[in-house]
Nanobody, 123 residues
Framework: VQLQASGGGLVQTGGSLRLSCAAS????????MGWYRQARGKERELVAT???????NYADSVKGRFTISRDNAKNTGYLQMDGLKPEDTAVYYC??????????????????WGKGTQVTVSS
């Protein structure tokens, strides 16, 4: 499974960006997806997650501004970011939890990460 994140860029305060995370490969089903971010000099932090059933969870700092969604048919997740602030500047990473089965039908769960995409919000 490979994850490709895209959509980052430079935007002014109050602007919007939409990040995408496309999963490629075969023989798996995506269960949960999530977005994390890491600002320079800081630890990676959770931004938002979405379950296979569509339940969402957000960091307090982005509630009401960011929206996570997914298109199961396309194996793609999205993060709509509105009302961006300079403190949202970071490298954003997506992840996907997958379920697959071995030839003997044993379940295998795994987590994959995409390469980050830079989001920069100017003041």
């Amino acid at each position: 499974v490979q994850l490709q994140a895209s959509g980052g860029g430079l935007v002014q305060t109050g602007g919007s960006l939409r990040l995408s995370c496309a999963a490629s490969g075969s023989g798996f089903r995506i269960t949960g997806m999530g977005w994390y971010r890491q600002a320079r000099g800081k630890e990676r932090e959770l931004v938002a997650t979405i379950s296979s059933g569509g339940s969402t969870n957000y960091a307090d700092s982005v509630k009401g501004r960011f929206t996570i969604s997914r298109d199961n048919a396309k194996n793609t997740g999205y993060l709509q970011m509105d009302g961006l602030k300079p403190e949202d500047t970071a490298v954003y990473y997506c992840n996907a939890d997958t379920l697959s089965y071995t030839s003997s039908e044993e379940p295998v769960v795994a987590r994959y990460w995409g390469k980050g995409t830079q989001v920069t919000v100017s003041s």
